[in-house]
Nanobody, 123 residues
Framework: QLQASGGGLVQAGDSLRLSCAASGRTFRTHVMGWFRQAPGLEREFVAAISWSGGSTRYGDSVKDRFTISRDNAKNTVWLQMNSLKPEDTAVYYC??????????????????WGQGTQVTVSS
């Protein structure tokens, strides 16, 4: 239901834009988010956006570099990643909370998950 794409291999300082397309149902009333998981580490909150798009939240490690946005008409969420660092290397997962609830930063608060897209940043 959530299909993430846009990952790849880039150099430090480059930019990437991840997309998350929803299918099978609408997520226009759901908080949408991105998490990431590097090898050997726990899944980490990256960013989330309210169902209206009017509120966003970011993890401390990506604040001021990443931007989350959405288009409810297209049932799509994006994650613009700028000034990428090697420590941003991870599998990035698109996710959604249940309908009409607030932004959350805990993995356990999210009910819907995509398959992940690999982002690799070389130094």
């Amino acid at each position: 239901q959530l299909q993430a794409s846009g990952g790849g291999l880039v150099q430090a300082g480059d930019s990437l834009r991840l997309s998350c397309a929803a299918s099978g149902r609408t997520f226009r009333t759901h908080v949408m988010g991105w998490f990431r998981q590097a090898p050997g580490l726990e899944r980490e909150f990256v960013a989330a956006i309210s169902w209206s798009g009017g509120s966003t939240r970011y993890g401390d490690s990506v604040k001021d570099r990443f931007t989350i946005s959405r288009d409810n008409a297209k049932n799509t969420v994006w994650l613009q990643m700028n000034s990428l660092k090697p420590e941003d290397t991870a599998v990035y997962y698109c996710t959604a909370r249940n309908s009409y609830v607030a932004i959350a930063t805990s993995e356990a608060e999210y009910s819907y998950w995509g398959q992940g897209t690999q982002v690799t940043v070389s130094s």
